[in-house]
């Protein structure tokens, strides 16, 4: 019989102020959901019962999502940088893996938003040639970043041809 | 020593060049698809008026002549402004009335040259040539750089020294040639049903925009009664009108299209050409191109023809008023001439026959999403009809219907997914209403991706995808079988996928 394959997960997680990170965001994003929900409750509605227990479990599981996501995403975001390869993998739901060759590799950068800036994160984009969008890699200690964007800049210079 | 070779390079290709001389007769003759709308328009809203009809004529004429003028002017001015040069190295392109611009194409660069004609500068011996490269713009697009317009003995020269004179080599006869029996396959797009109403309503617009107001009129209103009055004479009718309408003008615009149409290999490149009134000729660098990409629409399909596109890097978009994807490189055509013509691009035969099938499984989630999707509709006409009470019985019909026809869509589409690995070239195809088979070269795989979503993983499936500069960036081989998928990319591109696989079991 044939022996079954599977894909490995890349060796890196993210950087563990990441966690701290992403729930900042999902709170950006869950509280002024779930304050809109209370308030439409309160303002434009007979406040029955039954929508009342539908609120508070629409609210706990906006909280739930602020607590819970960041830390799923900490365990499936994952990242690994060989001589021959970038390898990703992201996502839950649906999982995806991404692998480009360091001969492909046309440019990198570091990119980091504002509230990553608190946490001293930052991103590192990796783009190919492909009209298929750049590899990604979230939440990487700024120096950890810096330097590997470095590193696979030179490599990629050191590349013959124009990577198409 | 000369300080510049390219300055003091001799000889009529060294030379600053303007557009010919003649681009402001054809700006002129162009500016009358506006002067005349606009002297009708003026000439009506006067007589509205009750203004004397020699009064009328004097200022329809005059306001005709202010348009072709401007025309005129700003056409001189752009061309007294716009100058090209071809040295060793580049071929620059000075231009812009107010904002100047300086545009350099390196001329290893250049991949492909595109010579263009429609009637208009036909008929004065110009042509438009759009020089493509493989790099991006800083807007997103491919660079391109476009001379409008050169004398056509001069740009046809300018092709040939732009692309090392390869183009000009003899050849070993085309690969295809447009034979007149082809032209059957014009009809069996979408367009055929639609196009008599598009034509229609572009009629109505034109009419609206003269200043006729066709929707008060006395002659609508009374056709309109007519309509209303006997439908089961009049829908069959109209229907029959519009589908004659419609075979009418696919068969032209195919004959416009593809009228001339010849595709020949010289050394190193394709070369197309196109066109019955406005002529294109297209030349593709082959080591642009990463393969070939044939497709069969449903109606295309079931009247047994295909087309082939060219899967190249660096090609440019295609614009509004084209009708044809730039890499396009046959029309619809019978599917085994298609075949053969992808086989002889690709160097390899192209036999659909030695493509693997998918497991059965991808069978089941497109049944069962074509299922849902009918249950949605018949969800959505339930909330409906308890709401607002008004959706009539027939209605019931459509998620009755969709039920066979998702169905059958949905085995149309199993059948359809393939994959497959030769020498040089991944091969994949899927599609229910648009099938289509993609040859990608292995070499010009420039990164690999593999996702499986919550039900893929439930089912055993993976969506494995090529990403490459050409074509769409991204080609898939939807739902294979997780082991058989790995093994392919594997397969595909030696050793990158090596090191972050494991076998158990």
């Not at chain 1, 492909?130 to 590899?135: D, E, F, I, M």
């Amino acid at each position: 019989m044939t022996p079954s394959l599977r894909l490995r997960p890349p060796r890196h997680r993210a950087d563990p102020r990441a966690v701290a990170w992403w729930t900042v965001q999902a709170l950006l994003a869950a509280v002024p959901v779930a304050a809109a929900a209370i308030a439409a409750y309160w303002l434009f509605t007979e406040r029955p019962a039954w929508l009342g227990a539908l609120l508070i479990v629409f609210v706990l599981l906006c909280a739930a999502s602020v607590v819970v996501v960041p830390r799923v995403y900490y365990r499936t975001e994952r990242w690994e940088v060989t001589e021959d390869a970038v390898y990703t993998r992201t996502g839950l739901l649906t999982r995806t893996w991404r692998i480009a060759p360091m001969s492909r590799v046309q440019t990198v950068d570091t990119v980091r938003g504002p509230v990553q800036r608190l946490f001293g994160l930052s991103d590192v984009t990796v783009t190919t040639a492909s009209a298929a969008g750049p590899l990604k890699i979230e939440g990487l200690d700024e120096d950890l970043a810096a330097e590997l964007a470095e590193r696979l800049t030179a490599i990629t210079q050191n590349t013959p041809g124009d990577a198409t | 020593m000369m300080p510049d070779v390219e300055e003091t390079a001799t000889g009529e290709e060294s030379g600053w060049r303007a557009p010919h001389p003649r681009v402001v007769v054809a700006a002129a003759v162009f500016s009358l698809a506006v002067a005349v709308p606009a002297a009708i328009a003026l000439a009506r809203f006067l007589a509205g008026r009750g203004a004397a009809p020699d009064v009328i004529v004097a200022v329809a004429v005059a306001a005709a002549l202010l348009v072709v003028g401007a025309a005129t002017v700003y056409e001189t001015a752009r061309r007294r402004t716009t100058r090209y040069r071809l040295t060793d190295r580049r071929l620059e392109l000075h231009s812009g009335i107010w904002t100047k611009e300086y545009r350099a194409v390196p001329r290893e660069r250049v991949r492909s040259v595109d010579v263009t004609a429609d009637p208009v500068r036909r008929a004065l011996g110009l042509a438009v040539v759009k020089v493509g490269t493989g790099e991006k713009h800083a807007s997103g697009g491919p660079a391109e750089l476009t001379l409008d317009a050169l004398a056509v003995t001069e740009a046809e020269a300018l092709r040939g020294v732009l692309l090392g004179g390869r183009a000009e080599r003899p050849d070993d006869g085309p690969l295809a040639e447009l034979r007149w029996s082809w032209i059957r396959y014009a009809p069996l797009t979408v367009w055929t049903f639609v196009g008599g109403g598009l034509a229609l309503g572009g009629l109505y617009k034109l009419l609206d925009t003269l200043g006729f107001e066709p929707g008060k009129s006395e002659t609508v209103a009374r056709a309109w009664e007519w309509l209303t009055a006997t439908p089961w004479v009049t829908v069959p009718l109209l229907l029959a009108a519009n589908a004659l309408l419609g075979l009418v003008g696919a068969t032209a615009l195919y004959a416009e299209s593809w009228g001339r149409y010849r595709l020949e290999r010289r050394p190193g490149v394709l070369r197309l050409r196109r066109g019955l009134l406005t002529t294109r000729s297209l030349t593709l660098e082959e080591r642009r191109l990463r393969g070939v990409a044939v497709t069969e629409p449903l109606l295309l399909r079931l009247g047994g023809g295909a087309r082939v596109t060219a899967v190249a890097t660096g090609l440019r978009k295609a614009e509004e008023n084209e009708t044809e994807e730039v890499a396009a490189l046959t029309p619809p055509l019978p599917a085994r001439e298609a075949r053969r013509i992808a086989s002889e691009v690709l160097g390899e035969e192209l036999d659909p026959a030695g493509l693997r099938g998918h497991p059965r499984a991808a069978r089941g989630r497109r049944v069962r999403r074509a299922l849902a999707g009918a249950a949605a509709l018949a969800a959505a006409l339930g909330m409906l009809d308890a709401w607002t009470e008004w959706v009539p019985a027939w209605a019931w019909a459509l998620p009755v219907l969709a039920v066979p026809a998702g169905w059958a869509l949905a085995a149309e589409g199993y059948r359809s997914l393939g994959h497959g690995l030769t020498r040089r070239y991944l091969v994949t195809r899927s599609g229910a209403v648009r099938r289509r088979t993609v040859a990608l070269d292995r070499s010009g795989i420039i990164g690999l991706t593999v996702s499986e979503s919550l039900f893929q993983r439930r089912a055993g499936l993976v969506t494995v995808s090529a990403t490459t500069a050409a074509g769409e960036g991204r080609y898939d081989v939807l739902d294979v079988g997780r082991d058989e998928g790995l093994r392919l990319a594997r397969h595909a591109v030696p050793g990158l996928l090596e090191p972050f696989v494991e076998e158990s079991g």
